[in-house]
């Protein structure tokens, strides 16, 4: 008997997750685009919004490994509640630097090392919060079901990034930072009570073990997973080189020459083209040639960056922008469906810690790349070279790692 792709949503549980899920991060992707216009705004300069990816990576790559035995060694629902709450700390800390008293008492400079400092502090907290999102899935649902839980995980994630990029924009031009900073809080607070209802999750592993043991456990399952290595591996670089968002806001201001709504719809433009991809997925998922289908959607999103990058026509540039996320979609859906059904349940933390050490955490590294090329380079040359490293990687993988092209599941 063949399951409804949406038959887990019936189970109450999952829902809240999802819906707790889905507000956080609409929270978390407001804050990322504020922060960036607000640099931008109060530097003029493209290097210090790559300066914010490397200020958010440090902490979530050094933490990453120890972060995922931590999140397999606890009761994984008060970890998670923890580093929410941490997190609306760190947005309440930004709300009050962002107000005029605290510029006129303190001036730019002071402000500026004020939001390196706290993302700082948010990269570490996310280096246990993100796997555990990934990690707590499976507990959440039965095995029968992991993989339409995961897609649609996947799905609600990028409604909630399309959601919180597209309203930041609208907001700031609304309310300005201060009161976008007020409605990212509310937001953060209000995911941390739907998830407030989820029941206590038991460990994975005995405290008894061995710190370094046990971290070692993870990145030995990866590493001797080629399935799991390959198309983390592959992801790792595409999102490195391709890292063309993280110049958005110049591009909106200098090029394209539009305000933060404008702003807000090009960051959009990407998640809406994952969302429809994934969606689509998730109703009529890929029967076969998963491999071959990650590797041609990885060289599809360079080509995208590159045309972004040369584009000096608004609507050209949106379209780019949603092609592109069209083929990350594919990525997405292929990556995140290796890790849930190749990772054994004792090992989730510790798995999806390297997954985020090497993907999530090269989302930050890949905008540091972008501001550094773009103050070396320009930013025109810096985004149309990062699409053809995309491009020259896919061919590189295609060349060294036959078994990605033969990967199904």
Not at 14 to 34: A, D, K, P, Q, Y
Not at 225 to 252: H, N, R, S
Not at 312 to 340: C, E, H, P, T
Request: glycine letters at 10%; hydrophobic letters at 55%; a positive charge.
């Amino acid at each position: 008997m063949t399951t409804h792709p949406l038959a887990v949503l019936k189970i109450i549980e999952f829902r809240n997750f999802i819906m707790g899920r889905f507000v956080f991060i609409m929270g978390l992707r407001m804050m990322s685009t504020l922060v960036s216009w607000w640099m931008y705004e109060l530097t003029g300069d493209a290097f210090y919004i790559g300066l914010i990816g490397l200020a958010e990576a440090l902490p979530a790559i050094g933490l990453a490994l120890y972060a995922g035995y931590v999140i397999d060694k606890s009761e994984k629902r008060r970890l998670l509640l923890i580093t929410i709450f941490l997190y609306a700390i760190c947005t309440s800390i930004l709300l009050g630097a962002s107000t005029h008293w605290f510029s006129e008492q303190f001036g730019t400079k002071l402000i500026i090392l004020f939001i390196y400092s706290i993302i700082f502090i948010t990269g570490g907290i996310r280096a246990f919060s993100g796997p555990n999102f990934s990690a707590i899935i499976a507990s959440l649902v039965p095995k029968n079901l992991l993989l339409t839980a995961s897609q649609i995980s996947s799905t609600t994630w990028l409604i909630a990034s399309i959601t919180g990029h597209a309203m930041a924009g609208f907001l700031i031009a609304w309310l300005h930072v201060t009161g976008t900073f007020i409605v990212i809080t509310s937001l953060i607070i209000i995911g941390f009570l739907f998830l407030s209802k989820l029941t206590a999750k038991p460990p994975g592993i005995s405290a008894e073990k061995k710190t370094l043991e046990a971290v070692a456990e993870g990145l030995k399952y990866v590493f001797k997973t080629k399935e799991v290595l390959g198309a983390i591996t592959l992801d790792l670089f595409a999102v490195l080189f391709g890292g063309a968002v993280a110049m958005v806001p110049v591009y909106a201001k200098d090029i394209l020459h539009v305000g933060p709504i404008g702003f807000g719809w090009l960051n959009a433009a990407s998640d809406i083209g994952s969302i429809a991809m994934v969606i689509s997925l998730t109703l009529s998922p890929m029967k076969k040639k998963q491999g071959i289908k990650l590797l041609c959607a990885v060289a599809g999103f360079g080509l995208c960056i590159i045309v972004f990058g040369i584009s000096k026509w608004y609507w050209l540039s949106f379209i780019a922008l949603v092609a592109g996320g069209i083929f990350d979609g594919v990525s997405v859906v292929v990556r995140g469906n290796i890790m849930q059904l190749k990772t054994p349940d004792e090992l989730r933390g510790r798995v999806m810690s390297v997954n985020s050490m090497f993907i999530n955490s090269s989302n930050e590294i890949g905008q540091f790349e972008s501001g550094a090329a773009a103050k070396l380079m320009g930013v025109i040359p810096s985004v149309v070279f990062g699409g053809c490293m995309t491009i020259f990687v896919v061919v590189a993988t295609w060349i060294k790692a036959p078994s990605l092209k033969k990967l199904e599941y």
